[in-house]
């Protein structure tokens, strides 16, 4: 069965902090790998792909260990306009085929 | 660019109506568009894949009568939940796969659909 997986959430944290979320992932021969976000309501928005040696976009760092079959997000000096759901996606085949997606990791920033 | 219409962005309908819902690519042609069904608090749900001028692929436990899907042409496919009861409320949104990989897919903006 070919699943992802997510801690739920909510984590609350404050302004300026840096919070980390993990995703896991059943099938070894997976492809690719996408990080989302969700604001209440509203479609998921990519936010990054993953590569496998790691990637970085401002705040924003994504981590693959393939070895462990995760994925990981890393967000710097969080923002109030960060509070969303971050989902974790997982393309199973080389072609097109569809993304199986976690259930999101709901973040909440404070003031 | 690669951007998918959907509409409508919300509804509400009668128990036992019908409701379509349209996606449209408005400047790339979708070859492949993926209907997934998200409930609160629960992630997205595959229900089909559709491709242009074939049949749907629906998963396991999707009722392919209930669910019609059309993808009549490159730019547009639709959702059709017929006889609609309670249970059919959720936020359905389409996607459709771009060329470019490292972006991925591309969503609609989703349809909140309320059945009473």
């Known amino acids: 069965r070919k699943e992802v997986e997510q801690d739920p959430g909510p984590f609350n944290v404050p302004e300026g902090a840096t919070v980390a979320f993990n995703c896991t992932y059943s099938n070894s021969a997976s492809q690719s790998f996408f990080w989302y976000r969700q604001d209440c309501r509203k479609e998921p928005k990519l936010l990054m792909s993953?590569?496998?040696s790691g990637n970085e976009d401002g705040r924003f760092t994504a981590q693959l260990n393939r070895a462990s079959q995760y994925i990981s997000l890393l967000i710097r000096d969080s923002k109030l306009s960060d509070s969303a759901t971050y989902l974790c996606a997982v393309n199973w085949a080389s072609g097109y085929s569809t993304l199986t997606f976690g259930k999101g990791t709901m973040l909440l920033v404070s003031p | 660019g690669a951007v998918v219409s959907q509409h409508p962005s919300w509804v509400i309908c009668k128990s036992g109506t019908s409701v379509k819902i349209e996606c449209r690519s408005l400047?790339?042609?979708?070859?492949?568009m993926f209907w997934y069904r998200q409930f609160p608090k629960q992630s997205l749900m595959l229900m089909a894949t559709?491709?242009?001028?074939?049949?749907?692929?629906?998963e396991q436990g999707v009722e392919k009568d209930k669910f019609l899907i059309n993808h009549a042409s490159l730019t547009l496919s639709t959702l059709t939940v017929t006889s609609a009861h309670p249970e059919d409320s959720s936020f359905y949104i389409c996607?459709?796969?771009?060329?470019?990989?490292?972006?991925?897919?591309?969503f609609g903006s989703g349809t909140r659909l309320t059945v009473v």
């Open positions: 559709s491709n242009e001028g074939s049949k749907a692929t629906y």
């Open positions: 996607s459709a796969a771009l060329k470019d990989r490292v972006k991925g897919y591309t």
């Open positions: 993953v590569y496998s």
């Open positions: 400047d790339f042609q979708a070859t492949t």
